[in-house]
C-alpha cells in the first residue's frame, strides 16, 4: 500500500478517535476497569509492541478470530509512526484506541475511547496490581475480607505462576491473562466473569503496568509538546 493511501487511511480512523476522545472529556471520570485508559496494560502492551515491532505483544488481549484484524492495524501504524513526530503520536493512539476496541469487544462490553493519564482507579485494583509486582498479598490487607483470603490466595499463587510466559507463545500469554483476570475480579469483589480473549477463559484488562510507568510519562510527555 502506497504511503498516502496509509495516510488517508489513518486520516479518516483519527476522525472517530478524536470524535470518540470529545465525548469522553466531557464525560465524568469515574473508578473503574481500566483496560481502556493511557495506563492500562492492555495499552502497556501496545507501547512494547510498537517499539519492538513485535505484535505478539497485544495479541494476548484479543480473541484469535481478532488475531488477523489487529495485525494488520498493528503493521499499518508501524508503516507511518516514523514519518514523524506527529505521525508517530497518531499511529499510537490509532493502533491502542482499536486494540481496546477489539479488545473489548471479545469482552462484548462497549468502547466509548481511551481514557486519559490519570483517570481514576479503585483501590483495590491498585492493590491487586501491586501484589503481583512485590510477589505477595501484602498489599491487598484490609481490602478484602478474611474469609475471601484463601481463595484469593489461590487465584493469586496461579497469577504467579503463569507469569513468566514467553511473549512469542501467545496461547501461553492468553492463560495467563486469564488467571490475571479472575484474580483482579475476585480482589474486586466480583465473582462474575465477563467476556473471553482466549475461547476457553475470560479476560477483562484489569490492573496496572506499573512497569511501564516511565514509558508512560515520556510517551504522554511527547504528546504535550504535539497539543
Known amino acids: 500500500m502506497e504511503i498516502q493511501g496509509i495516510k488517508s487511511i489513518m486520516k479518516k480512523s483519527m476522525l472517530g478517535i478524536v470524535a470518540a476522545a470529545g465525548i469522553m472529556f466531557m464525560s465524568p471520570l469515574t473508578a473503574s476497569a481500566h483496560c481502556d485508559t493511557m495506563e492500562g496494560p ?9 517499539e519492538t515491532n513485535n505484535v505478539n505483544y497485544v495479541l494476548k488481549w484479543v480473541q484469535p478470530k481478532y488475531e488477523k484484524e489487529i495485525t494488520e492495524k498493528f503493521n499499518l ?5 516514523d514519518l514523524s513526530p506527529s505521525a508517530k503520536i497518531l499511529a499510537e493512539q490509532y493502533f491502542f484506541s482499536e486494540l481496546v476496541r477489539v479488545h473489548r469487544a471479545g469482552e462484548n462490553a462497549p468502547f466509548d475511547g481511551l481514557k486519559p493519564y ?3 482507579i479503585d483501590e483495590k485494583v491498585k492493590a491487586a496490581d501491586k501484589s503481583i509486582e512485590v510477589g505477595n498479598l ?3 490487607e484490609g481490602l478484602i475480607e478474611q474469609e475471601k483470603m484463601p481463595e484469593l490466595k489461590e487465584r493469586f499463587e496461579k497469577v504467579m505462576a503463569l507469569k513468566n510466559f514467553d511473549v512469542n507463545n501467545v496461547e501461553a500469554g492468553r492463560e495467563y491473562i486469564e488467571a490475571y483476570v479472575m484474580f483482579f475480579k475476585f480482589a474486586e469483589g466480583e465473582e462474575e466473569h465477563h467476556g473471553a480473549v482466549t ?6 484488562g484489569h490492573g496496572i503496568a506499573n512497569a511501564h510507568g516511565s ?10 509538546q504535539h497539543k
Open 199 to 204: 475461547g476457553h477463559g475470560t479476560a477483562d
Open 42 to 50: 492492555t495499552v502497556a502492551d501496545g507501547f512494547k509492541a510498537m
Open 77 to 81: 501504524s508501524m508503516k507511518v509512526k
Open 118 to 120: 490519570g483517570t481514576p
Open 138 to 140: 501484602s498489599p491487598m
Open 215 to 224: 514509558m508512560h510519562e515520556t510517551h504522554e510527555t511527547m504528546h504535550d
